[in-house]
């Protein structure tokens, strides 16, 4: 499986700004994911990033809230912008593998405090 | 629409008894079904996963899970629980060329003493 990681692991940060969270494949990934998981609760798909594209987003996310970048097959960012408490969380991302078709595997994720 | 039930919130067991979480899921074609375990402050690691074939699928730290297609059922089985075993467990569904997976709840494990 790939070896996934994400930065920073943890931040605490100030209403009305916005972070940046980093994921890094060590190897080409055809997908990746942004996965939102709120306290207690379970995961929910914010959105794919494909290399080359746009990206996909789920029902209830929006790019201007949420951009993505995916500059090339190892490595992806997802911001959190103009952020408020609502939106403390743990961030994940997953890549499907090439070598493994339909199987997700997840980073460490970024868990993020919003005051 | 895909959904996963897991119907125990959280899952109180002694260390060495067994350990069964329970997953149902609603799917409109062949599911991929896994289970991920999630300790404390980590991410979400592979336990197990079921495309095809033998219904009862072996997977890491002991663990192995039974798909029962006419129950819509993939339950997670353990015989002899280790206090490392203390995490939240998440049944997932997706399918063939279906990146989306979609996730139950999750359930809690207590191990004690």
């Known amino acids: 499986s790939a070896v996934i990681s994400q930065k920073p692991s943890r931040d605490i940060c100030q209403r009305g700004t916005s972070l940046t969270i980093q994921c890094q494949v060590d190897?080409?990934?055809?997908?990746m994911f942004w996965y939102r998981q709120q306290p207690g609760q379970s995961l929910t798909l914010i959105a794919t990033?494909?290399?080359?594209?746009?990206?996909?987003?789920e029902s209830g996310f929006v790019i201007d809230k949420f951009p993505i970048s995916r500059p090339n097959l190892t490595f992806s960012t997802l911001t959190v912008s103009n952020m408020s408490p609502e939106d403390s969380s743990i961030y994940l991302c997953?890549?499907?593998?090439?070598?493994?078709?339909?199987?997700?595997?997840f980073g460490p994720g970024t868990r993020l405090l919003v005051l | 629409a895909q959904s996963v039930t897991q119907p125990d919130i959280h899952i109180t067991v002694s260390e060495g008894a067994s350990l069964e979480l329970r997953c149902n899921y609603s799917y409109g074609a062949t599911p991929y079904l896994f289970w991920y375990v999630q300790s404390p402050g980590q991410g979400l690691q592979l336990l197990l996963k079921?495309?095809?074939?033998?219904?009862l699928v072996q997977g890491i730290k002991g663990f192995e899970a039974e798909f029962k297609r006419s129950q819509s059922s993939f339950n997670l089985r353990k015989p002899s629980v280790h206090w490392s075993d203390a995490a939240e467990y998440f049944c997932?569904?997706?399918?063939?060329?279906?990146?989306?997976?979609?996730f139950g709840a999750g359930t809690t494990v207590t191990v004690r003493a």
């Open positions: 079921y495309f095809s074939g033998d219904t």
């Open positions: 990033a494909n290399q080359g594209s746009e990206a996909t987003y």
């Open positions: 997932a569904v997706g399918g063939n060329n279906d990146y989306k997976l979609s």
């Open positions: 190897s080409q990934v055809t997908m």
């Open positions: 997953s890549v499907d593998s090439a070598a493994t078709t339909d199987t997700q595997y």
